[in-house]
């Protein structure tokens, strides 16, 4: 009767080994700037319509600025993606050109923020996907 017993134990103790011999998981400071993307909608453009899509900062905690912001569209069904890049103020804005009425668009973006005096932050904020059918 003490064989059972004694076999569990050993399962319970080796269990715990396992466990502690994995390393935590620590927790890093926040991002330092959240980002927001829009949804794909249609604008009229010089020469018609176009679909269009912006990421931009939403907040940044002091003392921090947006560093970089990408957002992208791509029609759905279609492997061409056209990215644009942030301006000055980390606002990025995407345009796709010929507008197709009825076609399904995609848009996602990153967004990545610094520390004041410091590259960019390695965890960048991926917005998206977000899409319509226009």
Known sequence: MTRPAFTLSIAVAAAFACVSGATPAVAGPPPP??????????????????VTAT??????????TPATSVACLQMQGDAVKRCHPSDGTGRAQVFFEPFVAGATYVA??????????????PDCQLLGPYSAAL
């Open 108 to 121: 996602t973006g990153r967004g990545c923020g610094a520390w004041i005096g410091q590259p960019p932050a």
């Open 33 to 50: 700037c959240t980002f927001t993307l829009t949804s794909p909608q249609v604008v009229q453009v010089a020469g018609g319509s176009a």
């Open 55 to 64: 990421l931009e900062p939403d907040q940044c905690g002091p003392p921090a």
